[in-house]
């Protein structure tokens, strides 16, 4: 994860992905299996729905996705269940994809491997940074206030001081000499 101070990409194009066209919580993902001839299909099922189907997704490689889906590529067009195991499914995306990320998914000998074409941004940098700045102010604001709080003691310790010698020197009825 790259950190950011402020919650955007930090570059306006990669390849051919425009990355201003994403939206919070947004990746791109580039599929390239040079193996098959036909058609692949992308099915999503958002990660907190329990029990419920894949759904199809229309996909190109310009298709931002959601961060919070958890993605299947097939061989044919079917309905998917999560506890489904097909012969027909290529890939399981169980991976971590960041927001504003671009990762592509190539066949390789084992399944499909993931590579990660630019890295995601860290999503708790304007937690980071509301943090930092809440301490380095209420650090800067007590040090202005320990100074005040200084500077006035040393004000009211002049003033009290002052009345004292008056008092000692005038007597207890400071006021008639004024």
Known sequence: M???????????????????ELKTDEFYLDVTFSSFHE????????????????????????????????????KTYQNLLPQDETGDVVCNLDYPFGQFGVYRVKNGSDGCEINVVKEAVNIYTQIYEAISS????????GSIILENFRRSSTFWHCILRGMLNMHLHYGPDVSRHY
């Open 2 to 20: 790259t950190w950011y101070f402020i919650d955007q990409h930090d570059q306006r194009y990669v390849g051919n992905y425009d990355l201003g």
């Open 134 to 141: 809440w301490h380095l102010l209420r650090k800067w604001s």
């Open 39 to 74: 058609e692949v299909f992308m099915y999503y099922l958002n990660e907190q729905c329990v029990g419920c189907p894949y759904l199809l997704k229309p996909f190109t490689n310009a298709t931002p996705l959601a961060t919070n889906l958890k993605l299947k590529l097939a």
